[in-house]
């Protein structure tokens, strides 16, 4: 593996998280809902908004694929019987849309333009405007272009992990893959018993499963775009960092850890020494307080040149 980069430079776009909680969506009037309806190659139509996501994935890295599920609850701004979302080289099965009134519908996921990721689901009849939860099971394989949830080696022991930005979320689970689209992200990880797994938030649950597997619950994010959702598995090195303190612009403590390929936990404590001083000067700067209540940096074992930043989770490589 190759040495890890100077911190600086690592984070040189860590605090850009910092501007997500300035920004709220504004969304365009609804369009006609026809089944005959031409793919949307460009924006998605703005009549169908997402809510919330709640992402149940099992993820082991020494396998060539995974399997998930997702459920979106979503606002339906006018009658309709399909809506557009994307999705990637995935494996849709099951569909269900379950409408206000709790009623169940059998849908059916069509990856209409599949090159350009655009996906339909039908709903099997018209339903006029309302919030709908929208529940789907897939399955994909690792993608081999380091985008969506990907898959790479350390020292013969296989990592999975994430790269969305800027619209490669599509790859990883059947979304609203686009950056004015802001929800909460609730992240379940079904992983084997001797891995490690982290997200952009903190772990609030862990249950033993059967045959050698452990589900691990994380908190809610605050409202993200797809493309700064992350998780990472593995059989990581965790290394507690100094915790940053409070500032006259932010009250709380925040959390701060290291994450490296395994056996490598000890060459973050240099970084890791010079975090709390970073934060305190871009605080300083913007003007606001670091938003998220973790963070957790993690030395990629990947090879690819550059750095990226995600809420409450800093990747960099070297």
């Known amino acids: 593996m190759r040495g890890m980069r100077s911190l600086p430079l690592c984070l040189g776009v860590l605090l850009a998280s910092f ?8 969304f365009a009037a ?62 849709v099965g099951k569909v269900t849309i379950t409408d206000a009134a709790g009623n169940p519908h059998q849908g059916k996921y069509i990856a209409v333009a599949p090159k350009q990721g655009v996906s339909r689901i039908d709903f099997g009849g018209e339903l006029k405007s309302q919030t709908l939860t929208l529940d789907m099971a897939f399955n994909a394989p690792f993608n081999g272009q380091l985008q969506g949830l990907y898959k790479v080696s350390d020292a013969g022991q296989p990592y999975a992990m994430t790269q969305m930005e800027p619209i490669s979320a599509r790859y990883a689970f059947p979304c609203f893959d686009e950056p004015d689209f802001k929800t909460p992200f609730t992240l379940h990880l079904t992983i084997p018993a001797d891995e490690v797994a982290v997200a952009n938030t ?33 059989p990581w090195d965790i290394v507690d960092g100094p915790d940053i303190p409070a500032t006259p612009w932010r009250a709380h403590v925040t959390q701060l850890r290291g994450v490296a390929p395994h056996g490598q936990g000890a060459r973050m404590q240099r970084s890791l020494a010079m975090v ?20 957790d940096l993690l030395a990629a074992p990947d090879f690819s040149a550059g750095a990226m930043e995600n809420a409450g989770l800093v990747t960099f490589r070297d």
């Open 19 to 26: 501007c997500l909680v300035r920004t709220m969506p504004v």
């Open 30 to 91: 609804g369009v006609t809902s026809l089944m005959a309806e031409a793919p949307p190659l460009g924006k998605l139509p703005r009549w169908a908004v997402p809510q919330s996501y709640d992402l149940h994935l099992r993820v082991d890295p020494k396998q060539d694929d995974y399997s998930g599920k997702v459920s979106i609850k979503l606002q339906l701004k006018q009658s309709s019987d399909h809506l557009w979302l994307r999705g990637q080289d995935l494996k």
């Open 202 to 234: 903190q772990q609030v649950k862990q249950t033993q499963d059967a045959d050698g597997w452990k589900t691990l619950t994380f908190a809610p994010t605050q409202p993200l775009p797809t493309y700064l959702v992350a998780w990472a598995v593995g």
């Open 276 to 295: 709390p001083g970073i934060i305190e000067m871009e605080e300083d700067y913007y003007g606001f307080g670091y938003p998220w209540n973790k963070l």
